[in-house]
């Protein structure tokens, strides 16, 4: 008789812990030009609001899409803005000047000529080339409230920022809804919520720029990690491989001795617009700015394969693959 009661009280249990246990909601969804994954644990409401947020957002940032508010304005030469619209832009222009113009949201035009965007890839000339780099200046761009004007021939891209930005909202929207625990995975953009189900940390993996695979991982909680690298998006031509990030000085695809940056903080904007502008930058330039500038960690791997982390990374970077025996070089600030 005890015996059967305690076995009740046990099932009794379980059954409440099962119900407590938030399930785990997910959704694919292809937005962006990249296949994006969610997991949120709780309400499936909190998803579907995600994947509404996801095309909302892509409606009004798209260069591409005709009456998005950037396609608006890049071809009117300006107007009024969504009010979100504008605090990413002068979001985007406070990364453009922390980078020293590395990151440059009126660098349009160029990724318009190399094809990017259109899928017409080509290697423009130097003439074309010189022209349109005249058009590029991010500090040109007036941005009042919502009311946004460029400089004639001037063409705005949020492209190397709102993924980030859509990872801090959607990360928003589901803390606010009570979310404890949430993966966000927007392509080479990741934006955790808290830990995983069980307390434990989430750990995400960092893609080999050179293979198929990963090179190692990381474990965060509530933190964005988004990686940028020539891997991800470029054309060949005679022997070349031109990627989809492009130096503003140059008006060429990046080529400063990096083949991936993965910037880890917990505002997904400042790692999407760092990651993309420590690429252009290179490895030194990227730790100098990484020692002057608190709130990320970075891991680095040069195109010779060499990977530097930095020190706030320390026990929670784990090499893995053809990287397991690898030397990891620790960056200090002191
Ligand atoms: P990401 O994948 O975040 O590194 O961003 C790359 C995208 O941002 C490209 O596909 C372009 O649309 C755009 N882009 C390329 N180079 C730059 C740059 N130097 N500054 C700002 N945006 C860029
Ligand atoms: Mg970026």
Not at 71 to 89: C, H, K, Q, Y
Not at 116 to 139: Q, S
Not at 301 to 330: C, H, Q, S
């Amino acid at each position: 008789m005890r015996r059967a009661s305690s076995a009740l009280l046990c099932l009794a249990l379980l059954l409440i812990l099962a119900g407590c246990a938030p399930q785990a909601r997910t959704a694919t969804v292809f937005a962006m030009d990249t296949v994006m994954e969610l997991t949120a644990y709780g309400d499936k409401a909190c998803v579907d609001e995600a994947v509404s947020l996801i095309h909302a957002l892509e409606a009004r940032l798209s260069v591409t899409a005709a009456d998005s508010d950037i396609a608006r304005v890049n071809s009117s030469g300006g107007g009024e803005i969504d009010p979100e619209t504008a605090a990413l832009l002068k979001r985007a222009l406070e990364l453009c000047k922390l980078t020293g113009g590395a990151l440059d949201v009126t660098v349009y035009p160029l990724v318009r000529a190399w094809g990017f965007t259109t899928g017409a890839y080509r290697v423009p000339g130097d003439d074309e080339i010189g022209a349109l780099l005249e058009k590029v200046d991010y500090a040109a761009v007036r941005v009042e409230e919502t009311a946004v004007s460029l400089p004639a021939g001037a063409m705005l891209d949020l492209g190397a920022v709102a993924k980030g930005w859509t990872g801090d909202e959607i990360a928003a929207l589901w803390r606010e809804a009570g979310v404890k625990s949430g993966l966000i995975n927007l392509g080479g953009n990741v934006q955790t919520v808290g830990g995983k189900p069980d307390g434990s940390d989430w750990v995400v993996g960092i893609r080999d720029p050179f293979s198929e695979d990963v090179m190692g991982a990381v474990s965060v909680r509530d933190l964005a990690v988004v990686t940028s690298g020539g891997y991800q998006r470029y054309f060949e031509q005679d022997g070349v491989r031109w990627c989809h990030i492009i130096d503003p000085v140059t008006g060429r695809p990046a080529d400063k001795g990096l083949a991936s940056v993965t910037v880890i903080g917990p505002e997904g904007v400042l790692c999407d617009g760092l990651s993309t502008a420590l690429y252009v930058m290179g490895p030194e330039a990227a730790v100098r700015l990484w020692r002057e500038n608190a709130g990320f960690d970075l891991v680095l791997v040069t195109a010779g394969g060499e990977v530097t982390v930095t020190e706030g990374l320390e026990g929670r970077f784990t090499p893995m693959g053809a990287y397991t025996d690898k030397e990891i070089k620790v960056m200090r600030r002191g």
